[in-house]
């Protein structure tokens, strides 16, 4: 039974994304179910990428039955190892900062979730983790260094300033615009509801 081969490269990754969203290679791995991972800024299924980037080893794409995917495999090691990070598809947790988003760069049409939420943009969200890591900007707390396997990709991403307090469509920087927060710091940031704590003056309270 063939195996994921070693050797495989950043590039095979990225083209094995690009030829994913392309279609142009078949294949016969479904959507993951778990874990992303996020690969110039938007998600693929780990075991899809890995599959296809195979190609370009052994002369064909692995099937889904040749290797198995999960934290602990070859397959997220690959990914890992080549500098891709690897998330949790989705947070069931909704808060009022943190709530399911949209797939362009705008944000600011209204929804109702519990409250009134504006739509928050995926692409951006994975790019602001992407630069800045999964840890806490606020307390440095790491979920995946706590939690191990239930902690990995865990974090809440911030919004600098609040999009309800704009009321209008606009492009956000998810470097300027977002950072990762911890739920607790997050909460704590909102405490003060008409203008939330900036990240410094938290970090001034927690080091009091």
Do not use: W
């Not at 994921?4 to 959507?31: C, M, W």
């Not at 995946?144 to 809440?156: M, P, S």
């Not at 920087?173 to 739920?183: A, H, S, T």
Request: aromatic share 8%.
């Amino acid at each position: 039974m063939p195996n994921i081969p070693d050797g495989i490269t950043q590039q095979n990754i990225l083209e094995a994304a690009r030829v994913y969203d392309n279609k142009t290679i078949s294949h016969q791995f479904s959507h993951s179910t778990t874990y992303d991972v996020i690969i110039s800024g938007h998600r693929y299924p780990p075991k899809a990428i890995v599959g296809i980037a195979s190609n370009y080893h052994l002369g064909q794409p692995l099937t889904p039955d040749d290797f198995s995917g999960g934290l602990h495999t070859k397959c997220f090691r690959v990914l890992r190892e080549n500098g891709f990070r690897i998330i949790l598809k989705k947070d069931d947790i909704v808060y009022p900062d943190e709530i399911p988003k949209n797939i362009v760069h705008t944000e600011g049409s209204v929804k109702q979730v519990t409250i009134n939420s504006y739509e928050r943009d995926t692409d951006a969200r994975d790019k602001c983790i992407e630069y800045y890591g999964l840890k806490c900007q606020a307390c440095d707390f790491d979920f995946e260094d706590v939690y191990g396997d239930l902690g990995a990709g865990f974090i809440h991403v911030h919004h600098l300033v609040q999009i309800s307090s704009i009321k209008e469509k606009y492009i956000i920087d998810p470097i300027k615009d977002l950072r990762p927060v911890c739920p607790n710091c997050h909460a704590m940031l909102h405490k003060r509801k008409k203008k939330p704590y900036t990240i410094d003056e938290l970090k001034e309270i927690i080091n009091r």
